[in-house]
């Protein structure tokens, strides 16, 4: 019964619309009682013979009209439980959708996406579930198995009524028995779906990768061989879960067998008459469903007890990155300054920057190249704050970026990761998914700036193009210069491109560089790329390599110093230069 304790938040709140479910279901139990008394009563008329027609017809009026008060009544249960649970449902997906939206980067490197996906799907159904059926199998058990116990007492015979209900506390026995094994194998039980929920996932996002590399066969008996785990963890839930019902019939039968042979005995001694019996038997068919809703409430309970557990274990979770509820509100403007002495991500003891120091004045451009794994992303990545645990400080028009409002500061950023997300949508909404109000014409004008114009221009549906799930339908090139636009259109005041140049060729590069250097004469950028071309008419070039500043200055300093940049900057340059070789050949 913890579960019911759990959710006394929500119980509490919405006690007036329960306590109308629970008056119908009251008002439905005692309507319940009426019909078996009624037939009774026929059954010894006829017996005795003295069934008069006017006594039959109104008898029928009654039931006709219990009927339909019992009708009323179900509505008013259903329609207040029923729909208090769905709303239940509502508020837990919204908590937790929300929950997702503000955790940091360390969250999603925990928790997989299917395993997400799983607590906001099963996990908050079988919560749910306790709101609702919890809910009416626990009331409905006590009242409707409480109102027909005094109904067999009071208008049959209380002998028989003790004697009939002996079994019953075999059922509590088993049913906390079974619980306790239920709650564990459940448990396993979403854990596994789990599991199978981020393989079919993976499998899915990554289905070009494994088509492209002829992985099918293997990838299918991976999944199948997951699917067959969790069946058969499934099947231990079910072999349990299946026990409820057969050892509820059990208890019910040996309930009527004692009612047929004492029963029988009171009405050939002349103690009840064979219409109290039938009354009686119709009684005791009622407490079927109480006891069987006992048995599922156990189920019911432990269910939801073991998801809500896991809901409540991600909701627990906090982000490391923090909105400062004091923070500056306005946008920030001016130069960056980064002083960050050391950082480590979270959970891994190696420092990935040390000593990274530099200045980007407003307007200027810095570049960041050096080899994979460097660290050039991890340097945006914090002034993106999606990591706040270092030590030093990233000023940007003066404000350390941690005392900014996050609302504030994200909205003056635009950022375009090599890996571009695009949403299954259309192209126009796409462009415009930072700004949903934005213009058409502003729409075409950062699509120019992004040298996407002319080829949006020649698709058949033209902004009205999908581009399918994640961009599928587009050319690696077309995503960037797409995320490039969307970037363009909220004109920020921080423009990062982390290696967003990298799909697409030369001559496109050096047009989207020229455009941003005209139209972003008063604004800063910083281009992180493995192709130095991006980055050579930058202000000032950084070198990264191990996490520190190895190389700086101009494109003309670099290569006078004879570094890393000047052989990468040769090397590409020789590369090219075969490149168009083969190509005229």
Same mark, same amino acid.
């Given at each position: ?7 006394? &938040?929500?119980?509490?709140?919405? &006690? ?21 008394? @009624? ?27 219990? $009927? ?10 259903? %329609? ?5 649970? $769905?709303?239940? =449902?509502?508020?837990? /997906? ?45 009331? *409905? ?17 209380? #002998? ?10 075999? +059922? ?27 393989? $079919?996932? =993976? ?93 599922? +409430? ?24 923090? *909105? ?56 945006? /990545? ?11 400080? @990233? ?23 090599? *890996? ?14 930072? #700004? ?82 005209? =139209? ?54 020789? =590369? %090219? ?9």
């Amino acid at each position: 019964m913890s579960i019911f304790v759990k959710l006394s &938040w929500y119980f509490k709140q919405e &006690w007036k619309t329960y306590m109308v479910g629970v008056c119908g279901l009251i008002l439905t139990a005692l309507l319940a009682i009426i019909p078996p008394r @009624i037939i009774g009563v026929l059954v010894d008329a006829i017996h005795s013979g003295k069934l008069a027609a006017n006594n039959l017809v109104i008898l029928l009026i009654v039931l006709a009209v219990v $009927a339909i008060a019992q009708y009323g009544s179900r509505y008013m249960w259903r %329609t207040a439980i029923w729909g208090e649970a $769905a709303k239940l =449902e509502k508020v837990l /997906r919204n908590r937790l959708f929300w929950h997702y939206t503000q955790m940091d980067q360390a969250f999603f490197q925990k928790y997989r996406t299917g395993d997400l996906m799983a607590h906001a799907t099963n996990d908050l159904s079988a919560i749910q579930r306790v709101a609702g059926g919890g809910i009416l199998q626990f009331a *409905d058990s006590m009242i409707t198995g409480g109102t027909t116990l005094i109904a067999m007492v009071s208008l049959i015979d209380w #002998r028989l009524t003790i004697i009939a209900i002996v079994p019953f506390p075999l +059922l509590a026995v088993m049913a906390r028995y079974m619980g306790s094994k239920i709650h564990i194998a459940f448990r396993d039980s979403q854990a596994a779906f789990s599991r199978l929920n981020n393989k $079919a996932e =993976e499998s899915i996002t990554g289905i070009k990768v494994i088509k492209g590399l002829g992985q099918q066969k293997e990838d299918m008996a991976d999944f199948d061989n997951q699917v067959a785990q969790t069946i058969n963890i499934n099947r231990r839930v079910n072999r349990l879960d299946s026990l409820f019902d057969p050892m509820t019939t059990m208890i019910i039968s040996l309930s009527y067998v004692i009612t047929i042979v004492y029963g029988g005995y009171l009405v050939t001694t002349g103690q009840i008459t064979i219409g109290s019996l039938v009354s009686f038997v119709s009684y005791l068919a009622m407490m079927i469903w109480p006891m069987f809703a006992v048995g599922m +409430l156990f189920n019911t309970l432990e269910r939801g007890n073991a998801s809500y557990d896991r809901v409540m274990d991600l909701l627990k979770q906090q982000s490391k990155v923090i *909105d400062d509820p004091d923070g500056a509100n306005q946008s920030p403007k001016g130069e960056i300054k980064y002083d960050v002495q050391q950082f480590a991500y979270p959970g891994d003891d190696r420092l990935a920057l040390q000593q990274i120091n530099f200045e980007v004045p407003a307007g200027k451009t810095v570049g960041l190249v050096g080899k994979v794994g460097s660290g050039k992303s991890t340097i945006l /990545r914090l002034i993106l704050r999606q990591f706040d645990n270092y030590k030093g400080s @990233i000023k940007f028009g003066g404000i350390d970026i941690r005392h900014y409002k996050m609302d504030a500061l994200i909205p003056a950023i635009g950022y375009v990761p090599q *890996d571009t997300f695009l949403f299954s949508d259309s192209i126009r909404e796409n462009i415009r998914f930072a #700004r949903p109000q934005a213009s058409q014409k502003q729409v075409e004008l950062a699509a120019q700036k992004s040298d996407l114009f002319d080829q949006i221009k020649g698709m058949p549906d033209g902004y009205d193009t999908a581009v399918g799930e994640e961009g599928i339908s587009l050319s690696g090139g077309q995503r960037q210069r797409l995320a490039i636009a969307r970037a363009l259109l909220i004109n920020p005041e921080l423009l990062i491109l982390d290696d967003a140049l990298s799909a697409v060729d030369a001559e496109t590069e050096t047009q989207i560089l020229d455009n941003l250097r005209s =139209e972003r004469k008063e604004k800063t950028t910083i281009i992180s790329a493995h192709r130095l071309s991006s980055v050579m008419n930058a202000d000032e070039i950084l070198v990264i390599n191990d996490g520190r500043i190895a190389e700086r200055g101009t494109h003309d300093e670099l290569m006078t110093l004879g570094g890393w940049y000047h052989d990468m900057f040769e090397r590409q340059e020789l =590369e %090219t230069k075969v490149k168009g070789g083969q190509n005229n050949g």
